[in-house]
């Protein structure tokens, strides 16, 4: 079993749309958990980071942890045809190393 | 600002040959990651260098091997290639390693063995 788990997707959906996009993960150590969005042919970027449990919003974009169902989110508010590309949940304890889902392919249809 | 700088953007090599790629961080930035990404396992973690020392490693065996210099430029080998090793490395920089996860990565180093 790997120590994150998230859907590949693809996930299409019509411009905005609400877009939800989630991960599990197995290590209760983790503490610190990222969105990373990554366009084809490019390195992934950092969205959106939060420690521990609880929400986050950054204009269009809230993370959601919750560390006791060890589940994370990340919503995606009106959502547009920019939007489109595969979004990288990471995780990180107290060490240095990210812990990286799969990533979900996302295609916002105009 | 310039970004993450990698080199090669792209190379192919032959099985058994060894591949030596690099990354330039972000000016200041001392901390430096190496991750390898394929379509079936993602993002997997190679290793850090922080301060031309080693920090951290990831599951791969020995043929993967790195370093890094005084300036905080790295390079990252591969020996005895394998078919399995193509793939693309990215190279990610942040000023300290600190916890907050925040990684600048650059374009990636696409690796094709044949």
């Known amino acids: 079993q790997k120590e994150v788990e998230q859907d590949p997707g693809p996930l299409s959906v019509p411009e905005g749309a609400i877009v939800s996009l989630n991960c599990t993960y197995s290590?209760?150590?983790?503490?610190?958990f990222m969105w990373y969005r990554q366009y084809s042919r490019k390195g992934p970027e950092l969205l959106m980071y939060?420690?521990?449990?609880g929400n986050k919003e950054d204009g269009r974009f809230t993370a959601q942890v919750d560390k006791s169902s060890k589940y994370i989110s990340l919503f995606i508010r009106d959502s547009q045809p920019s939007d489109s590309a595969t979004y990288l949940c990471a995780m990180q304890d107290s060490s240095y190393k990210l812990i990286f889902g799969s990533g979900t392919r996302l295609l916002v249809r105009p | 600002k310039a970004g993450v700088t990698q080199t090669p953007r792209y190379l192919i090599k032959t099985r058994g040959q060894q591949v030596t790629l690099s990354c330039s961080p972000i000016?200041?930035?001392?901390?430096v990651s190496w991750y390898q990404q394929t379509p079936g396992q993602g993002l997997q973690f190679l290793f850090e260098y922080f301060s031309e020392t080693q920090r951290n490693k990831g599951n791969f065996p020995g043929r993967f091997s790195g370093r890094q210099f005084s300036n905080s430029r790295s390079e990252m080998n591969v020996s005895t290639l394998e078919l399995g090793d193509s793939a693309l490395y990215l190279c990610a920089s942040s000023k300290s390693g600190s916890n907050t996860g925040e990684l600048f990565f650059g374009e990636g180093s696409r690796l094709t063995v044949l």
């Open positions: 939060t420690y521990s449990s």
């Open positions: 290590n209760s150590a983790f503490q610190y």
């Open positions: 000016s200041g930035h001392r901390s």
